[in-house]
Nanobody
C-alpha cells in the first residue's frame, strides 16, 4: 500500500507561481512512476505530467509544457509540481497518483496508477 497526500493548493492571482507537494508513505520503494492530474469544474480529470521515481525523468501534457515543472525528492518521498504564470484556466483540483506495477508504457491515463491522493484545490483569480 502507498498513501499519498497533496498539499500547497490555495487561492492565488493570475500570474503568480505555486508549488504543490505530494508526500508518499507506505511501500514507497515499490513506486515506479508518479503523476499529476487535475480536474477543473465541470470537466473530466486530465493528465498534467509524470515523473520516473528512480530516474527523475519527467513528461508533460502539451498544454502545460513550459509552465509546469515536476520534480521529486526521493529522500523525502515527495513529488512536487511547480506552476508558473498561473492562469484562471488552471483552476482545478490537483491530484497526485502512483504506479507500483511498472507494467505500462504510457502514464497519461488514470488506469496506469494504482494509488491516488485526495486532491488539493487551486483557484486562480483573474
Amino acid at each position: 500500500q502507498v498513501q499519498l497526500v497533496e498539499s500547497g493548493g490555495g487561492l492565488v492571482q493570475a500570474g503568480d507561481s505555486l508549488r504543490l507537494s505530494c508526500a508518499a508513505s507506505g511501500r514507497t520503494n515499490s513506486i515506479y512512476v508518479m503523476g499529476w492530474f487535475r480536474q477543473a469544474p465541470g470537466k473530466e480529470r486530465e493528465f498534467v505530467g509524470c515523473i520516473g521515481w528512480s530516474n527523475g525523468r519527467a513528461n508533460y501534457a502539451d498544454p502545460v509544457k513550459g509552465r509546469f515543472t515536476i520534480s521529486r525528492d526521493n529522500a523525502k518521498n515527495t513529488m512536487y509540481l511547480e506552476v508558473f504564470r498561473l492562469k484562471p484556466e488552471d483552476t482545478a483540483v490537483y491530484y497526485c497518483a502512483a504506479d507500483v506495477s511498472g507494467g505500462f508504457t504510457s502514464f497519461t491515463f488514470e488506469s496506469a496508477y494504482e494509488y491516488w491522493g485526495q486532491g488539493t484545490q487551486v483557484t486562480v483569480s483573474s
